[in-house]
């Protein structure tokens, strides 16, 4: 009984340290960063910006113009596609995700995605 006491004791001790971990310089709390990152941007007229994800994306048009929104397709190697309205969102998993704006006034696009993604300079279509 207090060995099995003991080694359940010792199993909740190692749990509740998960988030901590040793450094050279002693102990130390994690700090990695795997929470989603907002990614928020005014485009220019007749611009395009890009989107890669390691994880899962949300890109939304908060208008006042549809954009093109080409998003990779690994199985044909060419894009897909669509018009993303004013107020709507697409979500992806993994995936490059370029936006075209290829109108006359500038587009309020943004993205929300977890780690890995990063806005590149577009073109990618």
Sequence with gaps: MLRSLKSGLV?????SMVPV????????GSTASASPTYRPGAMKPHSTRSYTA??????????PVPV???ISNS???EPTMSMLEPGRCNQNWGHMMTV?????????????GSLGGRIGTG???
């Design 11 to 15: 199993l909740a001790v190692a749990l």
């Design 68 to 70: 093109r929104l080409y």
């Design 75 to 77: 199985l044909t190697n």
């Design 54 to 63: 390691g994880g899962e994306m949300r890109v939304c048009n908060d208008g």
């Design 123 to 125: 073109g990618h279509h």
């Design 100 to 112: 075209e704006n290829f109108s006359d006034v500038p587009a309020n696009v943004w993205a929300f």
């Design 21 to 28: 971990a040793f450094t050279a310089s002693g102990l130390v």
